[in-house]
């Protein structure tokens, strides 16, 4: 089991910045490849970023690509999403998600765990 904690949402303006924080315990967390998702409201759940056991290999979606940086320290078992030029449309919980080997890295149903969410939310 491995069990994920998510932090470091809240309310900011469009243009600001945000990191969030997602901090592992459990099973070795070196060994899993990671992930950021969000579901906004009325809207399913969809993929922003994922990086695998090194850090060194990333893959993003294109709404948030140039904008947010996906990386991880597997020193402290945590994984952060830095968000840079928020936008209203980027308003959404967002979860982090693990799994040993995903078939896709893009598709939530690969991932076995995943943390509660946390809220960010972006004014204009």
């Known amino acids: 089991q491995v069990q994920l904690v998510e932090s470091g949402g809240g309310l900011v303006q469009a243009g600001d910045s945000l990191r969030l924080s997602c901090e592992a315990s459990?099973?070795?967390?070196?060994?899993?490849?990671l992930a950021w998702f969000r579901r906004a409201p009325g809207k399913e759940r969809e993929f922003i970023a994922a990086?695998?056991?090194?850090?060194?290999?990333?893959y993003y979606a294109d709404a948030v690509k140039g904008r947010f940086a996906i990386s991880r320290d597997n020193a402290k078992n945590t994984m952060y999403l830095q968000m840079n030029s928020l936008k209203p449309e980027d308003t959404a919980v967002y979860y982090c998600?693990?799994?040993?080997?995903?078939?896709?890295?893009?598709?939530?149903?690969?991932?076995?765990?995943w943390g509660q969410g946390t809220q960010v939310t972006v004014s204009s």
């Open positions: 998600a693990a799994d040993l080997a995903p078939r896709s890295y893009s598709t939530d149903t690969n991932y076995d765990y």
């Open positions: 459990g099973r070795t967390f070196s060994n899993y490849i």
């Open positions: 990086i695998k056991w090194s850090g060194i290999a990333t």
